[in-house]
């Protein structure tokens, strides 16, 4: 019988076997005293090479996207249209006319980071007992070795990864490279 976690293996298995998901079937799928949050749909989903890869990619290869928004920056200008009125003893006639002027320019553009991942099947329990271990090793992790992808493991995958410039708790396949959990050439028949 396969392990799955309360939080993203559970979802990843459903969403690869039948590419609907919906809540009333996560939830059929949840223990009972389990409760599904908000934190289990904040992270971006493996897109796998079935549905929408990045272009180029190999089959059978998995993927992770990273998404940072794009930074406007709202500027806003008073613009003199009239100036004041002012009568030859210094006194104020009629106060100066301004408008207001709202703008937005993009500061930094959106961008889209495609990554690497292992692919759900290969997230067994062991592998993730090993992740979780890697991790603790190099103290970025300080919770039970569970074999589960929970919170604090997403947090800490996050944490590593965001040393070496990706901000996303989904393993990459270079991080877990990094981390001696799967060898070069592995998983992707190079």
Excluded at 13 to 28: D, E, K
Excluded at 119 to 141: D, I, N
Excluded at 166 to 182: E, F, M, P
Aim: glycine share 6%.
């Amino acid at each position: 019988m396969q392990h799955i976690s309360p939080d993203f293996p559970r979802f990843a298995v459903i969403r690869r076997a039948s590419g609907v998901v919906t809540l009333c079937l996560l939830t059929a799928c949840a223990a009972p005293y389990e409760v599904v949050t908000k934190a289990a749909f904040e992270e971006p989903d493996l897109v796998y090479t079935t549905s929408t890869p990045p272009p180029g990619a190999q089959e059978g290869s998995c993927w992770g996207k990273h998404v940072t928004p794009a930074e406007v920056e709202t500027v806003t200008h008073q613009i003199q249209l009239q100036p004041a009125e002012i009568r030859t003893d210094g006194t104020l006639s009629a106060p100066a006319v301004y408008k207001t002027e709202t703008s937005q320019m993009i500061v930094k553009e959106r961008r889209e980071l495609w990554f690497e991942t292992p692919c759900a099947p290969e997230l067994t329990p062991e592998f993730v007992s090993s992740l979780q271990r890697a991790l603790k090793a190099r103290g970025q992790y300080r919770g039970a070795v569970t074999g589960y992808i929970d919170p604090r493991t997403r947090a800490a995958i996050r944490k590593y990864q965001a040393e070496q410039g990706l901000d996303s708790s989904i393993l990459s396949l270079a991080a877990a490279r990094k981390l001696g959990l799967i060898a070069y050439g592995d998983l992707d028949n190079g």
